[in-house]
C-alpha cells in the first residue's frame, strides 16, 4: 500500500475546540481554498487543512497512489497531529472540495467510526471519466500545470467572479501554476480510479452535499446522488458558484459547515422564535431522523383525539429538543436509547434504533450501548433491548428502506 505524505496547514482555533479538517481541490491549496472560509469557523473548530502532494506546502511527491490511500494519508496526518497532543483515535469533523469530497467518502467508508460528520462540496462519487484523466495527467507531465490553467480558470468559477474577486481568483490560480507537474499528475490518476457509487449505502454517517449552481465538472446531479446514496444526506445548492465554493462563497459555506456539525437543518431558521418556527423546524428534524413513510403513516392516524399529541410531539420533542446545536443528533440518539431501555418503552426502542442508524450510529455502537445499559439499567431490561435491536437491525440490513414504527 502507498501511503502519500500529507502536510497539515493550521487555519485556526484553539486545540481545545473540536477538529475540523479540509481537503483541497486538485491544483489549490489549502490556504487559497479554505482560508477565508476559516475565518468563519475558528471560534468554534480547530481548524486544519491539508495539502495534495506537490501542492501548496506539501513539496513531497513520491510513487502514485489511489483514492484509498490519499485517504489514508490523511487520517495518518491527522493522527500524528493528535499524537503530539498526547490523544489517539480522536474523531473529527470533516469537509472537502472536489478531490478533497471524493476522499472524504473514502474516509467515511475506510475510517467510519473516525468521522463525526461530512460536508462534501463540488465532488462525486465518481467525477468524470478514466481516459479523460490520463490524458490531463499525460498533459501536464509534458508541459507542465500552465498547460491547463485557462481550462481550469473556465471550469473553477461562476461567471463574473473573476470580476468581482481578482485577488482570491489569481491567487488560486497561481497556485495551480505553482503545484508540481508529477504530484499533479497523480491526483489525476487517483480520481480515474475513483468510483464508489456501488458503496454509498454504507455511509451512515450525516452528510451534507453542496453543489454550485454554475459547476460544470461536477454538477448538481453529481451531488443529489450522493445525497441520495449515504443512509443519512441532504443536499443544499448555492446560486451563482462554480467548482469552489469555499473560495467563491466562504461565509455561507462556513455557516453550512457549522451548522451540520452541530445538527441544525440549513433550511431552518437561524433562530426560533415563534411557535409555528420551531414547529416547522420540528417537523423537518421528525422527517430526516424517522423517515417520511413513519410520518405520514402518524399524521394520517391522528383523530381529532391525538392531534393535539402529536403536535405536542412535533413542537416541543423535535421542534425545542432535537433541532438544539449543543448536540449532535449521534449523541441525542444514545441518549434516547439509554432512555428507553430504562424504562422499558419497547416500542418506542424499536423505532430509535432505526432513528440511531439513521443517525450514524453502527450496529456495534448499538451494541455497546446496551452492553452498558444492561450495568447501569439491568441485565432483565438490557436483555429485552437486545431482543427488539436485533430484530430491527436484521430487518434493515436486509430490507433498508423499512420505515421505524412507534408514535413519537
Same mark, same amino acid.
Given at each position: ?11 485556526g ?31 468554534r473548530?480547530?481548524?486544519?487543512a ?7 506546502s ?23 497531529m ?10 473529527f ?9 471524493a ?11 473516525r ?12 467525477i ?21 490553467l485557462?481550462g ?23 497556485? %495551480?501554476? #505553482? @503545484?508540481? /507537474? ?9 480520481? &480515474? +480510479?475513483?468510483? *464508489? =457509487?456501488d458503496?454509498?449505502g454504507?455511509i ?51 455557516r ?8 441544525? %437543518?440549513? #433550511? @431552518?431558521? /437561524?433562530?426560533?422564535?415563534t ?5 416547522? &423546524? +420540528?417537523?423537518? *428534524? =421528525? ?41 449532535d443528533r ?11 431501555v ?10 430509535h434504533?432505526r ?8 450496529n ?6 446496551l ?38
Amino acid at each position: 500500500m502507498t501511503v502519500p505524505q500529507i502536510t497539515a496547514v493550521r487555519l485556526g482555533g484553539s486545540p481545545q475546540l473540536p477538529l475540523l479538517v479540509l481537503g483541497p481541490s486538485l491544483g489549490t491549496s489549502a490556504r487559497t481554498l479554505w482560508s477565508r472560509a476559516a475565518t468563519h469557523l475558528a471560534d468554534r473548530f480547530e481548524v486544519i487543512a491539508w495539502d495534495l502532494p506537490g501542492h501548496g506546502s506539501n513539496l513531497l511527491v513520491g510513487q502514485p497512489f489511489t483514492m484509498a490511500e490519499l485517504a489514508a494519508g490523511v487520517l495518518a496526518m491527522v493522527d500524528d497531529m493528535l499524537a503530539e497532543r498526547g490523544t489517539v483515535d480522536t474523531s473529527f469533523v470533516y469537509a472537502g472540495d472536489s478531490v478533497g469530497g471524493a476522499v472524504g467518502l473514502h474516509l467515511l467508508l475506510d475510517a467510519p467510526g473516525r468521522v463525526d460528520s461530512a460536508v462534501l462540496v463540488s465532488t462525486g462519487a465518481v467525477i468524470g471519466e478514466p481516459g479523460a484523466w490520463h490524458e490531463r495527467a499525460a498533459t501536464v507531465r509534458a508541459s507542465g500545470t500552465p498547460a491547463v490553467l485557462e481550462g481550469s480558470a473556465s471550469r473553477w468559477f461562476a461567471p463574473g467572479f473573476l470580476q468581482r474577486e481578482p485577488e482570491t481568483g489569481s491567487a488560486l490560480l497561481q497556485a %495551480l501554476q #505553482d @503545484a508540481d /507537474r508529477e504530484g499533479y499528475a497523480q491526483v489525476c490518476e487517483a480520481l &480515474a +480510479g475513483h468510483d *464508489v =457509487r456501488d458503496r454509498l449505502g454504507r455511509i451512515g454517517v450525516r452528510v451534507l452535499a453542496i453543489a454550485g449552481r454554475d459547476d460544470v465538472p461536477t454538477p448538481v446531479a453529481s451531488l443529489q446522488e450522493i445525497a441520495d446514496g449515504v443512509r443519512n444526506g441532504r443536499l443544499v445548492v448555492l446560486d451563482d458558484v462554480a467548482h469552489l465554493p469555499p473560495a467563491e462563497a466562504p461565509a455561507e459555506v462556513a455557516r453550512l459547515v457549522r451548522d451540520h456539525a452541530d445538527g441544525v %437543518l440549513a #433550511d @431552518a431558521p /437561524r433562530t426560533l422564535t415563534t411557535v409555528d418556527e420551531v414547529r416547522q &423546524a +420540528g417537523a423537518a *428534524v =421528525r422527517r430526516q431522523v424517522l423517515g417520511d413513510a413513519h410520518v405520514d403513516r402518524a399524521t394520517a392516524a391522528s383523530t381529532d383525539f391525538t392531534a393535539d399529541f402529536q403536535d405536542l410531539i412535533t413542537q416541543y420533542a423535535w421542534g425545542s429538543i432535537w433541532t438544539r446545536p449543543g448536540l449532535d443528533r449521534r449523541s441525542r440518539s444514545l441518549i434516547t436509547l439509554t432512555a428507553l431501555v430504562a424504562r422499558g418503552h419497547h416500542e418506542e426502542l424499536a423505532m430509535h434504533v432505526r432513528a440511531a442508524r439513521t443517525n450514524g450510529l453502527t450496529n456495534d455502537e448499538i451494541k455497546e450501548l446496551l452492553l452498558q445499559t444492561a450495568i447501569y439499567c439491568g441485565v432483565p431490561d438490557a436483555n429485552t433491548a437486545f431482543r427488539i435491536a436485533q430484530r430491527v437491525l436484521d430487518e434493515m440490513d436486509t430490507a433498508p428502506t423499512n420505515s421505524p414504527e412507534g408514535h413519537a
